[in-house]
């Protein structure tokens, strides 16, 4: 598969718009998301092939939201990758559980972002 569109949902604009700027010099469409709600919503109308996931957000945290995206039938092959300032061992294991295919570091690299674009 290929990535064209990709949802970024980060509740900080600042965040958002780094990341934003990355995605899209890799060559793919981008939407952005800043809650798990909103999220939620994006991804039933627009279909990424790729959603980059904050976890800590206020209304719905990124972990809350995965479960929910990926829990219908038609969501259940889109990746999402979580990109946080969580980095222990307990959330990378929550992370994979919930169905996420990576998570990031906060703060991360260019390469980063780009090579998960690339795996999927």
Known sequence: MTVNKVLIVEDSSTQSMQLKEIVMEAGCYVNVASSGKEAIEMVGKERPDLVFMDVVMDDMDGFKACRKILREEENKDIPIVF??????DADRIWAEKLGGRALISKPYTKDQIFEQIKRF
């Not at 990109?83 to 222990?88: A, F, G, Q, Y």
Request: aromatic share 0%; net charge neutral; glycine share 0%.
């Open 83 to 88: 990109v946080t300032t969580k980095n222990e």
